[in-house]
């Protein structure tokens, strides 16, 4: 069963990303988790709790405001590879990431 992952920005924009079973198993969660980890890194993200912890949802949050609204829109295989690795970390069918709100639902 496919996965669909929803991006939405406070502009209105939302961005919706299919994720496929075979495109889903070849993605471990140890990549998942390396892949948000360059990526957090590569934006100079910034740690939402005081204490520095960061959770997975800060961090698919995160990487997703601080690549914006744009990169959703210009590099469809970004998109896709952002789409992948959250839907293996999650593991949930329908995933919401509202970047205007800092929220994740399912």
């Given at each position: 069963m496919a996965r669909t992952l929803t991006v939405a920005f406070g502009t209105g924009k939302e961005f919706g990303?299919?994720?496929g079973d075979a495109?889903?198993?070849a993605v471990t969660?140890?990549?998942g988790w390396r892949w948000f980890d360059r990526e957090y890194a590569e934006l100079d993200c910034q740690a939402?709790?005081?204490v520095g912890k960061v959770l997975v949802i800060d961090k698919i949050l995160n990487v997703a405001k601080f690549s914006g609204e744009q990169r959703?829109?210009?590099?469809a295989a970004w998109a896709q590879d952002y789409a992948r690795h959250a839907a293996?970390?999650?593991d949930r069918d329908k995933v919401r990431v509202d970047v205007g709100?800092?929220?994740i639902s399912f």
């Open positions: 990303l299919t994720i495109e889903l198993a969660e140890e990549a939402s709790s005081p959703f829109a210009d590099d293996r970390l999650l709100n800092a929220a």
